[in-house]
């Protein structure tokens, strides 16, 4: 969608940073505290809008609140509210909803991920995955739920429609079969362990970094962002967002199911081509310290507001589920 592969340098953007700098960051309980703050409003956003919902089957709301009320790291409707703030200084309606939209997008691809057609993981954040709870079908139309409702809620909740309209184009071609569904599609059926690096960063930057920097954009244009701001927070999500999946396939290898709360060594267990695979872990690693600092990099235009955006790059190094 946004037409750069992740590694590429944007030649606007002199990188003063160090990859040393980035390796001596530690963990800061202020920033945990922070993103505790955006996961619950982002709990409470969703859990109003799902309220409001007063004509989804019984069986069929049960299923879709099951995956969407409870767990996840909310890493996207954070992202999304903190680039509204970097921009604008201050969070706004149209930025919670957003933050609730590409949750559930993100929910739904969760569940499908899934599916015994998929995937097959039978845990997801620390319970059972949606069709060994409910069953497949069901499991299929949540996911099919949760993504219609996210973009009927983005054209009803937007305030602006021109706004509305900008965000659901932005949010579509993230998420749909030229974003991340060409990305899961590539990673179900593209060549496998022995694929290429080429292979391996057009998964990566298809399945996950398009739906981080559609987070950012979509925050930073509640934010009224102009089009060098909109610029900047994209090239900081597709770069964060290319990292966590990097940091996804290396937990794989080296964390524990119920650290996780979904079933670890899937990846080499089936094959995936992952970073670890391809490379080892250490220049995994190695590749997302480089991302790290570039994503710190690509918010130099950007006061103090945007501080809680460096920290999460730098946090998401650390991260252990
Ligand atoms: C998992 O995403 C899927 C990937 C793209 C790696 P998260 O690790 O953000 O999952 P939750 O939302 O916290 O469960
Ligand atoms: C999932 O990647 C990406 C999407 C759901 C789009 P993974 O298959 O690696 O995610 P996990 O490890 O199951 O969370
Ligand atoms: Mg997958
Ligand atoms: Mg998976
Ligand atoms: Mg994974």
Redesign the pocket.
Known sequence: MYNSTPTEKNPDTVCPMETESIKKHEKSSAFKSALAVKAALTERILSELMDNQTEIPPHLKEAMEYMILD??????GALAMWACEAVSGKLNRDAEIVAAAV?MV??Y??IH?DLPAMDDDDM??GKPSCHKKFDEATAILAGDGLLTLAFELLSIEIENSDTAVRMIRTLSEAAGPSGMIAGQVADMHGPHVNGSRANLEYIHMN??AE?FAASAAMGAIAGHADSRQLSAMIEYGMKIGMG??IA?DLLDVSGSSDQL??TAGKDAEQGKLTYPALVGEEKSREIFEKLTCEAVCALQIFNSNAGPLRQLAMELLNRT?
């Open positions: 767990g996840g790291k909310r890493i996207r949750e993100h929910t691809s969760l991920d997801r954040r399945k996950t739906m966590f999946q996804d709360g979904k589920k």
